[in-house]
T-cell receptor, first 112, second 114 residues
Framework: DGGITQSPKYLFRKEGQNVTLSCEQN?????MYWYRQDPGQGLRLIYY???????QKGDIAEGYSVSREKKESFPLTVTSAQKNPTAFYLC???????????FGSGTRLTVV | QQQVKQSPQSLIVQKGGIPIINCAYE??????FPWYQQFPGKGPALLIA?????SEKKEGRFTISFNKSAKQFSLHIMDSQPGDSATYFC?????????????FGQGTTLQVKP
């Protein structure tokens, strides 16, 4: 079955560390997105990519970085510059000809 | 103009009740209005969606009502069940596929009591 796989499900980061969240899709979708979810704040867009080797900043890109070297993969790095990284991170993808997204099951990142 | 405002933030109903969640938007270029359902620890899943050329869409117990002139749309859950307890997000976008970035509301946490 096609879908989006996010890993790991839980991730713990020490102060000053960079961590990378994985997002892989086998849906042959063109666009991929990263959202951050905090209680009471909905889904906030971090970065998105419409084609390979191209990506754009979303509303809260500071302290994050991404790459899109393959159509199937869109990893997100949470850098030490992100001062409050504890959150639930969601990856999504969409196809050119259709509306709406398919979401992964999320990664919960906690700073320890 | 890019915001989607959702209310209420939380909602508690008895089993069999009809919870209603409302959303409002400003950008008249939006042409796709989905609702997503999210269970704790999971990613959101598409529940139902509407285009602005219709005023109502039903899928099972879920109904979207759309008021283009007021720039509002709402989700109604008929005969609600405890299994409907989840967080619901409305969203809006203009265009499909790669250009159709979804703008999400803040979410509504629904609890359906047995």
């Amino acid at each position: 079955d096609g879908g989006i796989t996010q890993s790991p499900k839980y991730l713990f980061r020490k102060e000053g560390q960079n961590v990378t969240l994985s997002c892989e899709q086998n849906l042959n979708h063109d666009a991929m997105y990263w959202y951050r979810q905090d209680p009471g704040q909905g889904l906030r867009l971090i970065y998105y990519s419409q084609i390979v080797n191209d990506f754009q900043k979303g509303d809260i890109a500071e302290g994050y970085s991404v790459s899109r070297e393959k159509k199937e993969s869109f990893p997100l790095t949470v850098t030490s510059a992100q001062k409050n990284p504890t959150a639930f991170y969601l990856c999504a993808s969409s196809i050119r000809s259709r509306y709406g997204y398919t979401f992964g099951s999320g990664t919960r990142l906690t700073v320890v | 103009q890019q915001q989607v405002k959702q209310s209420p933030q939380s909602l508690i109903v008895q089993k069999g009740g009809i919870p209603i969640i409302n959303c409002a938007y400003e950008n008249t270029a939006f042409d796709y209005f989905p609702w997503y359902q999210q269970f704790p620890g999971k990613g959101p899943a598409l529940l139902i969606a509407i285009r602005p050329d219709v005023s109502e869409k039903k899928e099972g117990r879920f109904t979207i009502s759309f008021n283009k002139s007021a720039k509002q749309f709402s989700l109604h859950i008929m005969d609600s069940q405890p299994g409907d307890s989840a967080t619901y997000f409305c969203a809006a976008s203009k265009g499909s596929g790669n250009t159709g970035k979804l703008i999400f509301g803040q979410g509504t946490t629904l609890q359906v009591k047995p």
